[in-house]
């Protein structure tokens, strides 16, 4: 077709982290004396040198890290009062997967076909309704003419983690398997019918109430 090379893409934007910190004369007299002055002393005749250095800078980037991680599905950028740290650094997943399937309103994009959203997931996902919600989504592949195609490729359905939670309990427990929908193949849990499809629980998704399923080749940063 005309629009076989047409790319819809979503670029990631590079942002900058500031942090201010400063210490007293007394918090750095304590550090020199803390047990992070046996990992890594500070030198008494340099008067920047900081005890724990490597430590502490360290720490800084992992909670830089963290923030970033938030807002990967759940941020919004420059979203105002309330949305501090990481939260408004990017629009994240979850704001690109609302305006690619809008048509219409502030922001949409518009490029996803509604035939590529589950149109009637379960209100509450519980450990007794979430393998049926997983077999939801493993029908709306398999029923696509589309998204059939991709059945064989290596693909990943993001969950949060107490989806996975219930998952794993319900296999465990036998609640509603009879059809076998999912299974542990190795150290994975993979569909039956999607058998190169891994199920993966990601942090950044904690507190959504949503599954995405993507060829691996499709979504990459």
């Not at 008494?44 to 890290?65: E, F, H, T, V, W």
């Not at 923030?67 to 759940?74: D, H, L, P, S």
């Not at 690109?96 to 219409?104: N, P």
């Amino acid at each position: 077709t005309t629009g076989s090379l047409t790319f819809k893409q979503r670029t990631g934007k590079l942002r900058p982290a500031k942090v201010d910190l400063k210490f007293t004369e007394l918090e750095l007299a304590a550090l020199a004396v803390s047990f992070l002055s046996r990992r890594e002393p500070n030198d008494p005749k340099d008067i920047n040198s900081l005890a724990g250095r490597n430590y502490i800078m360290g720490r800084i980037m992992a909670r830089i890290q963290k923030e970033v991680n938030r807002a990967i599905y759940k941020g919004v950028e420059n979203a105002g009062t309330g949305a501090t740290g990481g939260l408004n650094l990017f629009d994240g997943l979850g704001l690109k997967l609302t305006q690619g399937y809008a048509t219409s309103g502030t922001g949409w994009v518009g490029d996803i076909p509604a035939g590529n959203k589950v149109t009637s997931p379960a209100a509450t996902v519980t450990q007794a309704n979430i393998l049926a919600e997983l077999q939801k989504i493993v029908s709306l592949i398999m029923e696509s003419e589309d998204l059939v195609e991709y059945r064989e490729d290596d693909a990943s359905l993001f969950i949060p983690p107490v989806y996975f939670q219930y998952m794993c309990n319900a296999l465990d427990a036998a609640l509603s398997n009879g059809s076998q929908i999912v299974s542990k193949v190795g150290a994975d849990y993979r569909f039956n019918l999607l058998p190169n499809t891994i199920i993966k629980p990601r942090s950044y998704m904690i507190g959504v109430d949503n599954m995405v399923w993507t060829p691996n080749g499709n979504l990459f940063y």
